[in-house]
């Protein structure tokens, strides 16, 4: 099905994400053996993007408090962010969208992913929820394993690790539960990336696989920690990302969605 008959490509990819989200809040609500009725449901759905309902909706008495610097860097990180959108990616030359798609792009998930749900997070462990960052400095992740695992994206990984890793495991084995999990990364993104723009199909897809792919190369090689670690995890992670936000998602979809919010003509 062509999504261009659906909307415009920013507005099919805004609503697919959005359900897709969504889906993942009410199953992680669910399995968590909903854990409360009151006011913290709809903060838990509505205003934290994490996906363990438990721990954001149980008391927990050990939630570090965020400190005035930690809050400062995440408001610094959100204005940043909006920086690159609203005041960068408009002195673009016209005769490059896709790099004024591509400085877009990092802006948004900088202001979003880095940004907001760190205030977020912030915010609800002032308040005494169990809220941790979902990003963790993936700058600084020493494996693909780790950067995948604990760096980047907790609340899709915490998810991926009890729906299908764990129950998948057993049966499969830890490296081919390990592919399951990124193939199913790779077509959720296929979902909200590839159907938007209508090509690229089979990119976001092969590039998880690369990954799983890269974890399972360090597990057998049992790298020791270093300069050549690091660098395979820049070459892995970054190496292939133009498969993930290929050229026709940053054209058909992203600079259109820039066009939309007035940043670009």
């Not at 507005?11 to 009410?26: D, E, R, S, T």
């Not at 498969?243 to 600079?255: A, G, I, N, S």
Request: hydrophobic share 55%; with cysteine; net charge positive.
């Amino acid at each position: 099905m062509n999504a261009v008959l659906l909307g415009e490509g920013w507005q099919v990819m805004g609503g697919l994400a959005i359900g897709v989200y969504a889906l993942f809040k009410a199953v992680s609500w669910r399995i968590a053996g909903r854990p409360a009725a009151d006011w913290r449901k709809p903060a838990y759905l509505f205003a934290w993007p994490g996906m363990d309902a438990a721990q954001f909706a149980s008391p927990c008495a050990r939630v570090q408090q965020p400190s005035w610097n930690e809050w400062s860097f995440a408001v610094a990180k959100l204005g940043l962010g909006l920086g690159l959108v609203l005041w960068l990616a408009p002195v673009v030359p016209p005769s490059q969208p896709l790099l004024a798609g591509w400085v877009g792009m990092i802006g948004c998930v900088l202001a979003l992913h880095f940004g907001l749900f760190h205030v977020l997070s912030c915010l609800w462990r002032s308040l005494g929820r169990g809220a941790a960052p979902l990003m963790d400095w993936p700058i600084a992740a020493r494996s693909v394993a780790e950067f995948w695992g604990r760096r980047w994206n907790r609340a899709f990984r915490d998810l991926a690790h009890r729906l299908l890793f764990r129950p998948l495991e057993p049966a499969l084995g830890a490296r081919g539960a390990l592919f399951v999990g990124f193939l199913a990364s790779g077509l959720i993104h296929e979902l909200v990336i590839s159907l938007p723009a209508g090509a690229g199909y089979g990119g976001p897809t092969l590039y998880f696989l690369l990954q799983a792919l890269g974890i399972a190369v360090e597990r057998q090689r049992r790298w020791k920690e270093g300069p050549w670690r690091r660098a395979f995890t820049a070459l892995v992670v970054l190496g292939p990302v133009g498969l993930l936000f290929h050229q026709p998602f940053v054209l058909q979809v992203f600079v259109p969605l820039l066009q939309a919010l007035g940043v670009r003509p």
